[in-house]
Nanobody
Framework: QVQLVESGGGLVQAGASLRLSCAAS????????LGWFRQAPGKEREFVTV????????YYADSVKGRFTISRDNAKNTAYLQMNSLRPEDTAVYYC????????????????WGQGTQVTVSS
């Protein structure tokens, strides 16, 4: 089992950058894929990106490809989401999630979730 805590959210202007962190407890973290999802007001939660347990493989939603970068440091039990060139439409609560799998992209493929961190991008 693993517990996840996100941090790093905030209010920024369009074009700025933010780096989110997802800190995990539990020894199993290094065996899990780690995904980021987001939920904007009035919308369903959507997939953003995922990284494999080793960090060797990643996959991104088209909406963030080229702007966001996911990474992980298994020695620190932490994953990161570097977000560049932020847009107002990136405004959402961002969640990290973990579980076994090969680059899972569906919410129902993850058992473990953080509480979320708010990212607000002003125009």
């Amino acid at each position: 089992q693993v517990q996840l805590v996100e941090s790093g959210g905030g209010l920024v202007q369009a074009g700025a950058s933010l780096r989110l962190s997802c800190a995990a407890s539990g020894r199993a973290f290094s065996r899990y894929a780690l995904g980021w999802f987001r939920q904007a007001p009035g919308k369903e939660r959507e997939f953003v990106t995922v990284i494999s347990w080793s960090g060797a493989n990643t996959y991104y939603a088209d909406s963030v490809k080229g702007r966001f970068t996911i990474s992980r440091d298994n020695a620190k039990n932490t994953a990161y989401l570097q977000m560049n060139s932020l847009r107002p439409e990136d405004t959402a609560v961002y969640y990290c999630a973990a579980d076994y799998g090969t680059l899972p992209t569906g919410e129902d493929e993850y058992r473990y979730w953080g509480q979320g961190t708010q990212v607000t991008v002003s125009s």
